[in-house]
């Protein structure tokens, strides 16, 4: 049985004690990939650090999160694009909005989620999203910059059957984590009425550990865990639960990984 984390930050320094045990762990666990969404500039070289140690199944995203959008936005994008004109990336992520810890960059969030949009239209890569407490405005940007290249993940979804089908119209899956255990959440709700199609696993890790964890430090071991209660909620077995969602990460990550802006292309 393959489990693949779609969105785990195992490089940051709440792994540095015993990174090479949680990853030990995590493979027990069957889980078989691993993707690494991009923070910042201060992050960057951690996160390419853990990739070529396990260069097999490891895979890193370039991306400027939006918590991460401050005044100096301009030059954290400017080392974004450079990074992508060095390499080629699985994904540009994690981006977005986010309205929950502050709003004072909000229209700075905007414009960096839209040009790294584009950049990955020219690139033909997916998108990892960040949308917390901004679920509809991230909505309105991507209908308003639609495209047959605009894919990827709302990572971390946690919304109403409404939200889940109108991020579905648009040309994304719905990334699945621990909040699906969490009892008053209402997700488990939610998720019987949405197509496992539609959906691809993640942990968060080092954040948002599912039940019986929660509250803890959390670890790409975790998903499976998540797998089990999608399994219980959709009345399917584990096994199933693990084959489609796999084959839908697969499927998202895997057009367009060797593509490289071109200086003078991006816009």
């Known amino acids: 049985m393959q489990l693949i984390d ?20 995590a493979r027990q666990a069957g889980i078989e990939k691993f993707y690494l969404p ?16 396990y260069s097999e199944d490891f895979f890193a995203m370039m991306g400027l999160h939006p918590c991460s959008v401050k005044a100096n936005f301009e030059e954290e994008l400017e080392i974004v694009e450079r990074w992508l004109q060095k390499r080629p990336f699985c994904a540009i992520g994690e981006i977005g909005i986010d ?8 229209e700075q969030q905007k414009e960096a989620f839209i040009r790294q949009i584009n950049w990955a239209k020219d690139l033909d890569v997916p ?29 971390c979804f946690g919304g109403t059957v409404e939200e889940a089908e109108a991020i579905i119209d648009c040309g994304f899956h719905l990334g699945i984590g621990g909040v699906l255990t969490f009892k008053k959440a209402g997700l488990d709700k939610t998720m019987e ?43 399917v077995d584990l096994a199933e639960i693990a ?9 998202i990550f895997a057009v367009g990984a060797n593509n490289t802006l071109l200086l003078g292309k991006t816009r």
């Open 99 to 106: 309205l929950h810890w502050d709003t004072t960059f909000f």
């Open 6 to 25: 779609t969105h785990t930050h195992l490089y940051v320094q709440q792994f540095e004690a015993d990174r090479a045990e949680v990853i030990a762990k």
């Open 193 to 235: 009425k949405i197509d496992i199609k539609h959906v691809v696993l993640e942990t968060d890790a080092p954040y948002l550990a599912p039940s019986p964890f929660r509250g803890k430090r959390n670890e790409s071991a975790y998903i499976e865990l998540i797998a089990k209660k999608l399994a219980e909620i959709k009345g």
């Open 127 to 155: 998108i990892v999203i960040h949308s917390r407490k901004s679920t509809w405005e991230v909505i309105e940007i991507l209908n308003a910059e639609k495209s047959d290249k605009l894919r990827g993940i709302f990572h």
């Open 38 to 53: 991009a923070i910042d500039s201060e992050t960057h070289d951690a996160m390419l650090e853990l990739e070529a140690a």
């Open 243 to 251: 084959r489609v969602t796999s084959e839908n990460a697969q499927k």
